[in-house]
């Protein structure tokens, strides 16, 4: 059974960057034709799609994030991450990391979740 678990510090100053950890089992990250996604939800918002990585390595963000956003992986732990830079309280959010089997520009399939980590940017 796949399983991911979201990792991160819950809360960030504005200005930093914001780190987080998705930790995949049950499958791994670099099977062919999966990608890995991070998806945010603001409070009171709908979805947000932040990026995602495949299998191949390559990344892909949305426009509205692209300059702030870097999602790497650890091939070795199954594990990818989110770096999120000069973050501002706009970033406070639940954060989803999720697998995505089909992926076309920014428009994903999910069919597995992470339960979430909520991220709060304040001084």
């Known amino acids: ?6 990792s ?3 809360l960030v100053k504005p200005s930093q960057t914001l780190s987080l950890t998705c ?3 049950g499958h791994s990250i670099t099977a062919d034709y999966y990608s890995w996604a991070w998806i945010r939800q603001p409070p009171g918002k709908g979805l947000e799609w932040v990026g995602y990585i495949v299998y191949t390595g390559s990344a892909y963000y949305s426009p509205s994030l692209e300059s702030r956003t870097s999602i790497s992986r650890d091939t070795s ?3 990818f991450t989110l770096q999120l830079s000069s973050v501002t309280p706009e970033d406070t959010a639940m954060y989803f990391c999720a697998r995505a089997p089909h992926c076309s520009g920014s428009i994903c399939s999910i069919d597995y979740w992470g ?3 909520q991220i709060t940017v304040s001084s």
């Open 77 to 79: 732990k199954n594990q």
């Open 115 to 117: 339960q979430g980590t």
């Open 23 to 25: 930790t995949v089992s």
């Open 1 to 6: 059974q796949v399983q991911l678990q979201e």
């Open 8 to 10: 991160g510090p819950g």
